[in-house]
């Protein structure tokens, strides 16, 4: 059974993502004033597409509820659908693009969601 654990340090939340001991993913987010940024989300490549990297975000998420979060952004690589398709789930919209942003010089999709 996965179990999810948070934990809050400053204005930075972490979420894990457990199977047994073992740590099969995380997320983190930022939260400064009434912006957030989603700094990661990653799952493990073996416990993929079972609803973990969903549970993270969602669980991000909730972490901004109270806090006067208006938006929440993020990067993701212009050639990573799967990231995408999660984020676009969840009602995050692609607003800008910031080219070659990654050390390779891939291009950055921003994406944001309206929390108000
Ligand atoms: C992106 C990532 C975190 C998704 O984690 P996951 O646990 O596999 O995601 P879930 O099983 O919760 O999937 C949720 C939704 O995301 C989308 N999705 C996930 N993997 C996908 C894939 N390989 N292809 C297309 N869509 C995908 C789907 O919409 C999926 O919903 P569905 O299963 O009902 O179709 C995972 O693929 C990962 O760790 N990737 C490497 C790290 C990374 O790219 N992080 C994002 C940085 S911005």
Redesign the pocket.
Known sequence: MITYKISKNGNTTKVFAQDGENIV?CGEILIALDCADII????RAEY???????NILSLLIAATKDSGVETIT?E?RKS????Q??YE?FGFRPISVRERYYDDKEDAVVMQLKCS
């Open positions: 993913g990661d989300i990653e799952v993929r597409r079972r609803g973990i990297g969903r993020l993701v990573n659908a799967a990231a398709n999660l789930s």
